[in-house]
């Protein structure tokens, strides 16, 4: 009783407190939807139709937050196999849908946060952060057909060759002004014959000419120079050329990608995902340029249900795959890592969140305890657990230092040889047809 009259006081909370609420749901079933998308979330399908998840990191949050919270799980995957979201009919598809119709509590399952997602359904505090990668095969190693001209560039063999066909008329020049001159001297040469052993001195270090008057013994000192510095060098050139692999231009991010896609690589991301809309909604950039470079001719070929389905095709198909970094060093690790490459480049940072149904009343403890296990180092600790039990029998070891050579190697030569075969057959039939035309 107040001056002002009676006053009351309300003792109890007109508001539920949620946080005590559901701190325990008392064995409560709550049922999740996932699609099976190792190192994320793992599921077998039972003789009976039930899922039953097996491994995975999220898989493991899903079990913390059943321990802590005091709930049961039951585990349902998206009829159409899809992530999802809205679509501009109106209708939601994938895991987004299911819980949007509240056909499940939540969802776990490499789920990017985006804005048009969070106008149908609300998101957890983000439990795991990633950038987008490119996963393509390892760098093959390059055509070794003409390795045996690797050595040199183009310009340097057309100068050598150019060289070498002037030093002939240059010797016969000098014979022919010797002979003018001093015509006692003997050192009558044609240009055909100082051609070949001049020629000899380029391959051989040596040649058959003789009684050479003084220009012409400076003219092939400084020839034998010459070929000294070009012989010596090809050689130890070629050896390291031959024993050091050469290898293809990795592709190291979303610029190498356009003259990856001409020599044959095709494009590769999960279908009807927050990866295709980001390239498909780009007006300009580097995301716009990019999505062009998909096979719209055929989708099936570029926009797939899984991506992680492509990782074994990647090898054989020439596949550059288009995921988050976990997922593209989890399987490219478990396929075998050697076989591999993971582009050094990264882009477009995820953020993945739980999906849970509007208004869901449970939002915030969920929050709090996806914040204690992130803050706590319990996720990473639980990724690095999954990259464990990854297998890497099919890693290959690659074979270092010197090596030795193969056909593949000096094939050239064999090249070579077979050709200067068919140009002497095709000058021995045109000196035949001489012969006979003299004759006749």
């Given amino acids: 009783m107040t001056p002002k009259g009676y006053t009351s006081k309300i003792l109890l909370d007109v508001f539920e407190n949620l946080d005590e ?7 409560r079933r709550l049922t999740y939807t996932a699609n099976s998308n190792h190192p994320f979330i793992l599921f077998e399908t039972m003789s009976d139709g039930e899922l039953l998840p097996t491994a995975g990191f999220e898989f493991s949050i899903v079990k913390a937050l059943a321990g802590a919270l005091n709930f049961t799980t039951r585990l349902i995957a998206p009829a159409d196999g899809k992530w999802g979201g809205p679509l501009p009919n109106g209708t939601v598809v994938g895991m987004i849908g299911v819980v949007a119709r509240r056909e499940a509590h939540f969802a776990f399952c ?27 095969r390892a760098p093959m190693e390059k055509n070794r057909t003409f390795a045996a001209f690797a050595p040199f560039t183009p310009l340097t063999w057309l100068l050598i060759a150019i060289s070498l066909l002037l030093i002939g008329p240059i010797i016969r020049a000098e014979s022919w002004l010797v002979q ?14 100082a051609l070949f052993n001049l020629f000899r001195s380029l391959v051989k270090q040596e040649n058959l000419m003789e009684n050479e008057s003084s220009p012409q013994k400076i003219t092939i000192l400084f020839w034998y120079i010459f070929c000294f510095i070009i012989s010596v060098l090809y050689s130890g050139m070629l050896t390291a050329t031959l024993i050091k692999p050469s290898y293809e231009k990795p592709i190291n991010g979303l610029t190498d990608l356009p003259t990856s896609v001409k020599e044959g690589f095709t494009l590769v991301v999960t279908g009807d995902t927050s990866m295709e809309y980001m390239f498909k909604e780009a007006k300009t950039g580097i995301y716009a340029d990019t999505w062009k470079l998909f096979n ?14 492509s990782f074994d095709k990647i090898v054989k198909d020439k596949l550059v795959v288009i995921n988050g970094q976990l997922t593209s060093r989890y399987h490219g690790a478990k396929l075998g890592s050697s076989q591999f490459y993971l582009a050094r480049d990264t882009f477009a940072p995820q953020y993945y969140g739980a999906p849970v149904y509007p208004g869901s009343p449970f939002l915030p403890i969920f929050n709090k305890m996806l914040s204690y296990m992130t803050e706590g180092g319990l996720i990473t600790k639980w990724v690095e657990n999954e990259f464990r039990q990854v297998s890497t029998r099919n890693n290959i070891i690659q074979e270092s230092g010197p090596r ?11 090249y070579v040889l077979p050709i200067g075969f068919v140009i002497s057959s095709i000058a021995f039939a045109m000196e035949v047809i001489s012969l006979y035309l003299k004759s006749s």
């Fill in 21 to 27: 609420s559901y701190s325990n749901f008392h064995g």
């Fill in 110 to 136: 490499e789920i990017s946060v985006t804005g048009i997602r969070e106008e149908v359904i609300d998101f957890t505090y983000p439990h795991y952060i990633e950038s987008l990668t490119l996963l393509s």
């Fill in 180 to 193: 003018v001159y001093f015509p006692v001297a003997d050192n009558a040469r044609n240009t055909s014959d």
């Fill in 296 to 309: 719209h001719k055929d989708r099936s070929k570029s926009f797939v249900p899984y991506s992680i389905d």
């Fill in 404 to 414: 030795a050579f193969t056909v593949i190697h000096l094939q050239a030569a064999f």
